[in-house]
């Protein structure tokens, strides 16, 4: 079976170099030298003020992080996470650990995210303590928006881009400012360290609230001033996203000629698949034209050897442990989910696989 996605790490040669001088420094966590120099990296490949970037143990700590340094814990009087319903369950786990109960909102049809504009007018903002808002897949978003509904709202927002590095690489507008933005760097991300996941944010004292969110709530001193856990991310770990940025521009060519080769079969056999730049390069997306037809494609897939995914489900609130939770409708959620489908990817899939790939999908769509 071939995987849905198939990481592609750096090699072990690759990363000898910086495991040496960890063996130098024998400083192996809490913020050591490899942190600092991929933290100041990424700030370079991203065209960003340094200091802009923090790194954190996964993209959940950092969304943790994130809410904590914002919005702070949950209080009686604002209990409540606005949060898309279609996007992965990190998020709303995150809002739990923070003490906010999650209240589920739809998405636009086109964005596949909220509409700020029309959560402005949500009847619960008064008891809403914070927003998470997806770019799903990698997806673009607007910084300006999103602060502007802060602004007018009077509640913190967090940006969860947990795919969106390629974005910040190719220097897209409107993605840093006051409003924080989480990025993961998992293994299945297209630019990835194992586990390990970074904040976004031109707020440096917001920044600064987070990286004590993420080390016991220690600020400059070893006691504990606000609310925190162990979220830092380990030298071990930042040599891999240092070999990682060494063979970045090479990775991301591989992806974008699977992503390429996927956009050509699919537009030679009518079939609809999101693929990079609109969606980041570690995903291939068949949108199915109906909740029947993606489950023909997956069963026609997995019969000739290839993995498929609802990468975020059917939705949160289809998820058992989310089932009771509270909700809007979620007509735009439920018409979405069950069609989009995650095809097999990685940086040295064959393009004659692809072609096979698209064949069957097509094959599966065209049966009545």
Not at 126 to 153: K, N
Not at 232 to 242: N, P, Q, T, W, Y
């Amino acid at each position: 079976m071939i995987p849905v996605f198939r990481p592609d790490l750096p090699k072990a040669a690759a990363i000898a170099s910086y495991l040496t001088l960890l063996d130098e420094s024998r400083r192996y966590a809490n913020r050591g030298d490899l942190t600092l120099m991929l933290e100041r990296r990424l700030t370079d490949l991203f065209g960003i003020a340094q200091g802009g970037v923090l790194s954190a143990a996964s993209g959940t700590a950092a969304l943790t992080a994130a809410i904590l340094a914002s919005a702070g814990r949950a209080r009686a009087s604002k209990p409540l996470c606005l949060c898309a319903g279609y996007t992965f369950v990190a998020a709303p786990l995150a809002a739990e650990l923070c003490g906010y109960r999650p209240h589920f909102v739809d998405i636009d049809a086109d964005a596949w995210a909220p509409d700020p504009r029309r959560l402005a007018i949500h009847s619960l903002l008064d008891r809403t303590g914070v927003v998470l808002v997806p770019a799903p897949y990698g997806r673009s978003y607007s910084q300006a928006g999103w602060s502007e509904f802060s602004r007018v709202a009077g509640v913190p927002v967090v940006i969860d881009a947990a795919a969106g590095v390629e974005l910040f690489a190719d220097g897209a507008p409107d993605l840093v400012g006051a409003v924080p933005v989480v990025l993961s760097f998992h293994a299945t991300k297209a630019f990835a360290v194992g586990e390990g996941g970074a904040i976004v944010c031109a707020d440096l004292p917001l920044l600064r609230a987070a990286a004590a969110s993420l080390n016991f709530g220690f600020a400059g001193a070893r006691e504990t001033t606000a609310p925190g856990f162990n979220g830092k991310m380990s030298e071990h770990h930042a040599a891999v996203g240092l070999a990682e940025l060494d063979g970045w521009a090479e990775k991301r060519r591989a992806l974008r000629r699977v992503a390429d080769a996927y956009r050509r079969y699919a537009a030679e056999r009518g079939v609809k698949i999101h693929t990079a730049p609109s969606v980041a390069s570690n995903y291939a997306l068949l949108e199915a034209t109906s909740e029947r037809a993606a489950q023909d494609a997956c069963a026609k897939l997995r019969a000739a050897g290839f993995d498929s995914r609802l990468w975020y489900g059917l939705g949160l609130h289809r998820e058992p442990y989310f089932r009771d939770a509270a909700r809007d409708p979620l007509p735009q959620v439920e018409a979405l989910a069950p069609r989009l489908i995650g095809l097999p990817v990685a940086a040295d899939l064959a393009e004659a696989v692809v072609e096979r790939i698209v064949a069957v999908v097509a094959a599966a769509l065209r049966q009545p």
